[in-house]
């Protein structure tokens, strides 16, 4: 018998949890194991996470990210949701589609469709088509009645994780800490809590050459760490039409004195 839509659907954001959790949590998985294999991620690689968690001065949401992933890949779903849901509350708009994922597949909770439309509803905000998709198609199988529960959901979750709200809470966030890197008072350097070498910063088109030669030094030049912390911003603030503009920023070169 074929399958209906119904079944269907779920079976394709169910595989999109694990594609979301390969694309995006990649940069935080062995580079080997990212480039050698094109299946989902098994739970050892999800554990195995680097999260760096000096990041969360600068960008919250994908550092939260990263602890849900690892967390969900050690088994400890309760951790995952709760680190989800923070990363969410940084307008994290994968965090906020997972969320809608494990609510649509009942992952570690009863199936809740209008749930699951509500997230997506979020994730779509920016109408990035990869999380426009799934909402469109799910939205066209729920029911008035479910429509109107979503709608419900959706009004409660929107006072902390739409983008009105979370996202220019985690923009001031991300310029409070990038403040630090290039302002008059910048030293130069800048070791970023959570690195067991300073290498674990860099990745795989992330950095050049000459930055991933540097990135040897325990604490390392401040123009690199302004770079990773831009490249992770990109992800964050995707499609968001607000203030943010990464990629600019250049930090303040000391004063030049004479002899």
Not at 116 to 125: C, M, N
Not at 162 to 182: F, I, M, N
Not at 227 to 239: G, P, Q, R
Request: glycine share 6%; aromatic share 8%.
């Amino acid at each position: 018998m074929p399958k209906s839509r119904r079944s269907m659907s779920s079976g394709r954001v169910g595989t999109a949890l694990l594609t979301v959790l390969l694309c995006l949590g990649a940069p935080a998985l062995k580079a080997q194991d990212a480039q050698t294999s094109t299946a989902p991620p098994s739970n050892e690689q999800l554990a195995a996470a680097k999260c760096i968690s000096g990041m969360e001065k600068f960008l919250p949401g994908e550092y939260f990210y990263c602890l849900a992933t690892q967390s969900y890949g050690e088994n400890k779903h309760r951790y995952a949701d709760k680190f989800f849901k923070e990363a969410a509350s940084w307008a994290s708009k994968p965090a906020q589609y997972v969320l809608g994922v494990m609510a649509l597949n009942g992952d570690q909770q009863p199936v809740n469709r209008p749930l699951a439309l509500a997230w997506f509803a979020l994730a779509s905000e920016r109408h990035t088509p990869r999380f426009q998709a799934p909402y469109d198609e799910l939205k066209a199988q729920l029911s008035p009645a479910e429509l109107a529960k979503a709608d419900d959901y959706l009004a409660s979750l929107k006072k902390t994780y739409a983008d009105a709200v979370a996202a220019p809470r985690a923009e001031q966030r991300y310029q409070d800490g990038t403040r630090r890197l290039v302002g008059a008072a910048a030293t130069g350097t800048y070791c970023m809590e959570g690195t067991r070498d300073a290498r674990d910063m860099g990745g795989p088109g992330t950095l050049d050459a000459g930055a991933m030669s540097s990135l040897a030094a325990s604490c390392p030049p401040s123009p690199v760490v302004v770079k990773y912390v831009d490249s992770k911003a990109a992800d964050v603030f995707e499609d968001w039409s607000g203030h943010v503009s990464v990629g600019a920023i250049d930090p303040v070169s000391p004063p030049v004195t004479s002899k």
